[in-house]
Nanobody, 125 residues
Framework: QVQLVESGGGLVQAGGSLRLSCAAS????????MGWFRQAPGKEREFVAA????????AYADSVKGRFTISRDNAKNTVYLQMNSLLLEDTAVYFC??????????????????WGQGTQVTVSS
């Protein structure tokens, strides 16, 4: 398994931008499909974005499509989430995840083998 550590969260005004980073340990990072999930207070953890191993195909939840961009740098064992045009409803704890399963549309929580500790993103009005 890989160990994942997120960074880059914080407080931002609505309409602003943040970039989250997730640093992974281990030599198998490039073989893992990577994703971002988020969990708002009182809500279940939900899928946000995913990027495949190999070709780097991406997928997004409808709620973030066109605003968020996921990318990865295998040489640095890091995956990123660029978040633009942030909305109040984007406020959540964001988690990095690794999974052996990606169907091209999403990563399912049940297939995640490694989670990061989470980083708080707060969008203010």
């Amino acid at each position: 398994q890989v160990q994942l550590v997120e960074s880059g969260g914080g407080l931002v005004q609505a309409g602003g931008s943040l970039r989250l980073s997730c640093a992974a340990s281990g030599r198998t990072f490039s073989f893992k499909h990577m994703g971002w999930f988020r969990q708002a207070p009182g809500k279940e953890r939900e899928f946000v974005a995913a990027i495949s191993s190999g070709r780097g195909s991406t997928a997004y939840a409808d709620s973030v499509k066109g605003r968020f961009t996921i990318s990865r740098d295998n040489a640095k064992n890091t995956v990123y989430l660029q978040m633009n045009s942030l909305l109040l409803e984007d406020t959540a704890v964001y988690f990095c995840a690794a999974s052996p399963v990606f169907d091209g549309r999403r990563i399912y929580k049940q297939t995640v083998t490694s989670w990061g500790q989470g980083t708080q993103v707060t969008v203010s009005s």
